[in-house]
Every structure is written in structure tokens, then in C-alpha cells.
């Protein structure tokens, strides 16, 4: 199976820094990757699909790169409401699996 | 506007069984795959399982593989998940999910789960 490591595990930035996850993935999938926010408590949220697409409603400070076996979630100014813990997660094929998750604090 | 409303949770034996349901509105269900995810108190999101739109190909994650069961009812628009055998770490609230596009799988809409636990 496809294993997916994500990195760091947690980091901490001031509001309006530049945020960079990284997700690698142990076999290349294509653009089949997905980020996705989960803030504390809540539900998780679809951010970017297919690599780089921008869910409807996201904030365009998201941004998503990457394709075969490496992949980036980058917030560009980092906001208050941005604290959470993100996950990446492959989708091409079962098992549908996700990386560790970053955790994110201001 | 999609909702998916999860039911069935609750306090388990290890050894026991549990059947969850996810009562689904606002998409045309028999389109979409559907699965279930869950997480464990203070950790990480686990897939746990996916169905096909119309019921005939189903998958498992390896630690629930012989345990649980996916099924769907297109008429009820209705998602299932049979867990049998429990155990202590299959205690986690359990995530009913839906799929972007048909072609496209990843989650875009997500329940407010359902906890389960399993203790003595």
C-alpha cells in the first residue's frame, strides 16, 4: 500500500507568515491528492483537490502544488482562523489514505 | 445543500458489534461512492471503508477488513456500516463522507459523526 508522510508535524508562525506542508507519497499517484483542515473540535473541511484545485469557498490564500510523488499545501499570509491541524490524503485508489496530519498554531 | 447525518453510535463490549447508518439529503446518492472514516480520540483521520454508488464494489482498510461491512439503500439514500468483533481501537468517532464527483473521490462533504466506544 501507498504510504503518505506529511512534514512537519507541527509548527508555529505569526499571522502573516508564508506556511509550507509538505505530503510525499511512497509511489507516485498522479494529481490524486487532497488537503484538508480540521480545526480544533470541528469537522474536517475539503481545502484543495486534484493537487492544486481550490474547493469552492476556500480562501485563495491556500494554495496547492505538487504531482506524482511530492506535493505542497502553502497558506501564503497566515490568518488567525487558520489554526488547525491539515491533513493530505491520496484518492486514486483504496485505501484512500491519509498522512499524519500538520499541526498549525500562531 | 448536502447533509449527511450519522447515527448508531454508542457503548460497546469488545467482542461486540454495532450497526451505523448515515441518512443522506441534497445529492443524488446513487451516484456517488460513499465511505466512512474515522478518529480516534486525539489522533489522526483513518479511511475505514468504501462503497460504490450502486452497492457492487465495496473497500476495506486492512484493520477492518473481515470486521466491518459497507453496504448502502439508493431507495432509503441511506449508508451502513456493520461492525462486528470490536475492539478497544476501534473506539473513534466514525465520519460518514461523500465523494467530490463521481470521478473525482475526494471528501467533500462530511458528516458530524458518530462516537464509538468500546470498553469493558
Known amino acids: 500500500d501507498i504510504q503518505m508522510t506529511q512534514s512537519p508535524s507541527s509548527l508555529s508562525a505569526s499571522v502573516g507568515d508564508r506556511v509550507t506542508i509538505t505530503c510525499r507519497a511512497s509511489?507516485?499517484?498522479?494529481?490524486?491528492l487532497a488537503w484538508y483542515q480540521q480545526k480544533p473540535g470541528k469537522v474536517p473541511t475539503l481545502l484543495i483537490y486534484a493537487a492544486s484545485t481550490l474547493q469552492s469557498g476556500i480562501p485563495s490564500r491556500f494554495s496547492g502544488s505538487g504531482s506524482g510523488t511530492d506535493f505542497t499545501l502553502t497558506i501564503s499570509s497566515l490568518q488567525p482562523e487558520d489554526v488547525a491541524t491539515y491533513y493530505c490524503?491520496?484518492?486514486?485508489?483504496?485505501?484512500?489514505?491519509f498522512g499524519q496530519g500538520t499541526k498549525v498554531d500562531i | 445543500e448536502v447533509h449527511l447525518v450519522e447515527s448508531g453510535g454508542g457503548l460497546v463490549q469488545p467482542g461486540g458489534s454495532l450497526r451505523l447508518s448515515c441518512a443522506a439529503s441534497?445529492?443524488?446518492?446513487?451516484?456517488?461512492?460513499m465511505s466512512w472514516v474515522r478518529q480516534a480520540p486525539g489522533k489522526g483521520l483513518e479511511w475505514v471503508s468504501t462503497i460504490s454508488g450502486d452497492g457492487g464494489t465495496t473497500y476495506y482498510a486492512d484493520s477492518v477488513k473481515g470486521r466491518f461491512t459497507i453496504s448502502r439503500d439508493n431507495s432509503r439514500i441511506t449508508l451502513y456500516l456493520e461492525m462486528n468483533s470490536l475492539r478497544a481501537e476501534d473506539t473513534a468517532i466514525y465520519y460518514c463522507?461523500?465523494?467530490?464527483?463521481?470521478?473525482?473521490?475526494?471528501?467533500?462533504?462530511w458528516g458530524q459523526g458518530t462516537m464509538v466506544i468500546v470498553s469493558p
Open positions: 463522507v461523500d465523494t467530490l464527483t463521481p470521478a473525482t473521490h475526494a471528501f467533500e462533504n
Open positions: 490524503q491520496k484518492y486514486n485508489s483504496a485505501p484512500q489514505t
Open positions: 509511489q507516485g499517484i498522479s494529481n490524486s
Open positions: 441534497g445529492l443524488s446518492f446513487s451516484s456517488y461512492a
